[in-house]
T-cell receptor, first 112, second 114 residues
């Protein structure tokens, strides 16, 4: 069955360092991959979308890579700040379908 | 404020009851999506409407139903409620249909079934 795996353990890093979060998937051929940020008790906020034919996408301090051979996406936050502390969700969608399927998310904690 | 409005924010009801959750999409968005988020399940896709028509269905229970009205707002009806239905229910909207658009989520309705 289709599976999306994000590290369930929280990622703790020091302010100023680069945070790298991983999203792996199996039994799936997504045409699009999206990353969202979610704060406790709030709705997810869209951050970035990357297509299957794109290797990398950047937006300010954020960078996403998409490797369809490894079936993996990496999400990087450079020069991380305590305000970046949140849960980050990856979501996959197949072309022609209207379902965006979410991973369980990884909690990031940036310490001063 | 994301532009997606969900009401009510909190709802406490008894088992066996029926409730209606309401969602107004962001201005200009034609698609509405409903998701359920519980602690052990993560975000689960329920159903999608585009300009009034149902376009995709997830693992939505038969006790749940939804519709999108001509003014594009949507309602999710949950009936014969069980304790396990307690969760955060999110509505999201997007300009078009399909997964090539980023979704804008509302702040959710927290449903507690007692």
């Amino acid at each position: 069955s289709q599976k999306i795996e994000q590290n369930s353990e929280a990622l703790n890093i020091q302010e100023g360092k680069t945070a790298t979060l991983t999203c792996n998937y199996t039994n799936y051929s997504p045409a699009y991959l999206q990353w969202y940020r979610q704060d406790p008790g709030r709705g997810p906020v869209f951050l970035l979308l990357i297509r299957e034919n794109e290797k990398e996408k950047r937006k300010e301090r954020l960078k996403v890579t998409f490797d369809t051979t490894l079936k993996q996406s990496l999400f990087h936050i450079t020069a991380s700040q305590p305000a970046d502390s949140a849960t980050y969700l990856c979501a996959l969608g197949q072309g022609g379908y209207n379902k965006l399927i979410f991973g369980a998310g990884t909690r990031l904690a940036v310490h001063p | 404020d994301s532009g997606v409005t969900q009401t009510p924010k909190h709802l406490i009801t008894a088992t066996g009851q029926r409730v209606t959750l309401r969602c107004s999409p962001r201005s200009g968005d034609l698609s509405v999506y409903w998701y359920q988020q519980s602690l052990d399940q993560g975000l689960q896709f329920l159903i999608q409407y585009y300009n009034g028509e149902e376009r995709a269905k997830g693992n939505i229970l038969e006790r749940f139903s939804a519709q999108q009205f001509p003014d594009l707002h949507s309602e999710l009806n949950l009936s014969s409620l069980e304790l396990g239905d307690s969760a955060l229910y999110f509505c999201a909207s997007s300009e078009g249909t399909g997964v090539s658009y980023g979704y804008t989520f509302g702040s959710g309705t927290r449903l507690t079934v007692v």
